[in-house]
């Protein structure tokens, strides 16, 4: 049976999605980064560190999520998107 939310799963959930935002912002940050290192700057060497990096600060948030369970899980899954989203619209923006 599915239990109710407590407060303290709540301020739990509610952090991680945060956090997955943070985690989020700084991540497409970061690939924004790699791209330019790779097509303007002609360093794929600090690309490479780069990539390595926010995919090792990604896979290292989500394994201490998983630990915590599904709804921590998706709560930074979901700020993850979101971020996402956000960096996504301020591109496009920043294109025209």
Known sequence: MTEPMT?????TVAAFFLGGMLMGFGYFHALRATAYLIVCA????HALALT????????????IAVHLGGPVL????AGLLCARAVMLRQTRRDAV
């Open 7 to 11: 407060p303290g799963l709540f301020i």
């Open 42 to 45: 002609g360093r794929p060497l």
């Open 74 to 77: 998706l709560a930074m899954f």
């Open 52 to 63: 390595l990096a926010r995919v090792c600060v990604l896979v290292s948030g989500f394994y």
